[in-house]
């Protein structure tokens, strides 16, 4: 079982609609969450975090989390086609520092 | 504000060579990660540095080392070079504590023929 896991996609959606993204993690006592953007042939970005149970809101984007499930997600609201890249998914251990990233789910939002 | 920067954007190499990464955190941060994204295994954790000792180390061979320097800049360094270290290095840095937010510059792109 891999650490962190996401669909790899791609996931479409037209232009407008709610982009759902989600994301497992396999250690129970993980406590930091991270969503970055990667536009092809650039670094990561970080658009949210998230280390307690429940929704956090920035602009079009929404993180949740829901710990006893193990499971993190990102919700876009009216997707944009800027929004089409890869999205990854980001967990840091009990023991801090070093975040393990899942393969990233490519998003293409049509216009 | 600056973000994070690295250098050189692309580096090409030669198998058996050594490779210098180099990278410069965002002001105010100490912690210094390095990431391998290569293609098709996503982004591997290398290395952590904070205050000038390495913190934690990711599954990777002992010929990828590094160190950080008293203004917190840090360098990666690769010995004997393999065809399978071609990849796009990242450096990402935070604050102290080591469970903040972590940014990432923009990269080298390191090609090993």
């Known amino acids: 079982q891999k650490e962190v896991e996401q669909n790899s996609g791609p996931l479409s959606v037209p232009e407008g609609a709610i982009a759902s993204l989600n994301c497992t993690y396999s250690?129970?006592?993980?406590?930091?969450f991270f969503w970055y953007r990667q536009y092809s042939g650039k670094s990561p970005e970080l658009i949210m975090f998230?280390?307690?149970?429940g929704d956090k809101e920035d602009g079009r984007f929404t993180a949740q989390l829901n710990k006893a499930s193990q499971y993190v997600s990102l919700l876009i609201r009216d997707s944009q086609p800027s929004d089409s890249a890869t999205y990854l998914c980001?967990?840091?251990?009990?023991?801090?520092?070093?975040?393990?990233f899942g393969q990233g789910t490519e998003l293409s939002v049509k216009p | 504000e600056a973000g994070v920067t690295q250098s050189p954007t692309h580096l090409i190499k030669t198998r058996g060579q050594q490779a210098t990464l180099r990278c410069s955190p965002i002001?105010?941060?100490?912690?210094v990660y390095w990431y391998q994204q290569a293609l098709g295994l996503g982004l591997q954790f290398l290395l952590w540095?904070?205050?000038?000792?390495?913190?934690n180390r990711g599954n990777f061979p002992p010929r990828f080392s590094g160190r950080q320097f008293p203004n917190y800049s840090s360098e990666l360094n690769v010995n004997a070079l393999e065809l399978e270290d071609s990849a796009l290095y990242l450096c990402?840095?935070?604050?102290?504590?080591?469970?903040?937010?972590?940014?990432f510059g923009p990269g080298t792109r390191l090609t090993v023929t």
């Open positions: 250690d129970r006592g993980s406590q930091s």
């Open positions: 002001s105010g941060h100490t912690s």
């Open positions: 990402a840095s935070s604050l102290p504590t080591g469970d903040s937010e972590q940014y």
């Open positions: 980001a967990v840091r251990g009990r023991w801090g520092g070093k975040l393990i």
């Open positions: 540095y904070d205050e000038g000792e390495e913190r």
């Open positions: 998230i280390y307690s149970n």
